[in-house]
């Protein structure tokens, strides 16, 4: 018996990528999936197609499992009603939520349009919301729901070029965290993921050089979209019903539990005084400057000097 046996998923983004391979692996657990996806570019700049979504589930039923597909957006609130209302009809329930839905248009902030900002934070944030939204009432009433909303290193570390990305990915992180506070009670479980892995979003990266080809020849091969999708499919999935709040990354075989924001530095004046602008420069800025971060984008877990192994 799989570990999805009985249960129904949606996947959005299920057409490539890490969506396809959460929709598959879903499948071979058992769940019952509906497989959501646009069919549009990699910047949102096409009309779409139902083509990517019909494909995977045509790939699950021919390989012995349950499959529909759906082409609507996860911007259109309507949209994503309609894609609980489907899974409903067509398999009886719903049961957990995978989103890796996303786009991107990547510029340096000084360039971005309102467009690129808007479009990017639509498809992100306001399609998670769209997503939980639209299934929180049922899991809640049922007693029973996952979600695994993806975030980014790009949010969570920064990276160069991604300030609609990193924003939407970080409010993502957040939303996740609190829709697993407020779901606790009711058996409503919530964590995001931050993955690595060689999809047609990291190919849209450019080369700059011959270094840059040779290491993104290696992550082809040793960092697939199998292996975040395997584990999303593990969160969602009721052996994992002890996990709620959590933000987790995959690179490879790496699979990484990443800290959430904590005070590191706290600086209070004594009673009956107060902090002036003068002192703030002169005391407090002082006494928090050796726990800054700096403008580096942080390494990954996993990496060569960061990298726990496992006992034998």
């Not at 609130?77 to 067509?90: C, F, P, S």
């Not at 959590?246 to 075989?253: A, L, M, P, R």
């Amino acid at each position: 018996m799989g570990a999805l046996e009985g249960k129904v998923v949606l996947v959005t983004g299920g057409g490539n990528g890490i969506g396809r391979d959460c929709a598959l692996i879903a499948a071979q657990e058992g769940a019952k999936v509906l497989v959501n996806d646009l069919g549009g570019g990699l910047k949102g700049e096409d009309e779409g197609s139902a083509g990517p979504a019909e494909k995977v589930a045509q790939e699950i039923r021919a390989a012995g499992g349950e499959a529909a597909s759906n082409s609507d957006s996860v911007t259109s609130m309507k949209a994503v009603q309609g894609m609980v209302e489907q899974a409903r009809d067509t398999f009886g329930g719903l049961h957990a939520v995978i989103n890796p839905a996303g786009i991107l248009r990547d510029v340096m902030f000084h360039k971005m349009t309102e467009e690129d900002w808007d479009r990017v934070i639509d498809v992100h944030m306001r399609g998670s919301f769209n997503v939980a939204r639209a299934t929180i009432e049922l899991f809640r009433d049922q007693q029973d729901g996952a979600y695994m909303f993806f975030t980014s290193t790009s949010g969570l570390f920064g990276n160069i070029g991604q300030a609609n990305y990193g924003a939407a990915k970080m409010g993502i992180a957040g939303m996740s965290r609190i829709i697993a506070m407020e779901g606790a009670r009711n058996n409503v479980r919530s964590n995001c993921l931050a993955p690595v892995a060689w999809t047609r979003m990291t190919q849209s990266v450019p080369i700059k050089d011959e270094a840059a080809a040779a290491r993104r020849a290696v992550m082809a091969e040793k960092v697939r979209p199998d292996q975040p999708a395997r584990f999303s499919v593990a969160m969602v999935s009721p052996a994992a019903a002890n996990v709620s709040g959590q933000i987790f990354g995959s690179s490879g075989e790496n699979i990484i539990l990443y800290s959430q924001p904590r005070p590191i530095v706290t600086c209070t004046k004594p009673e009956g005084e107060s902090w002036t602008v003068d002192s703030i420069l002169k005391e407090a800025v002082p006494q928090m400057a050796p726990k800054f971060f700096d403008l580096n984008r942080a390494p990954l877990a996993g990496s060569q000097n960061n990298q726990q192994k496992q006992p034998a």
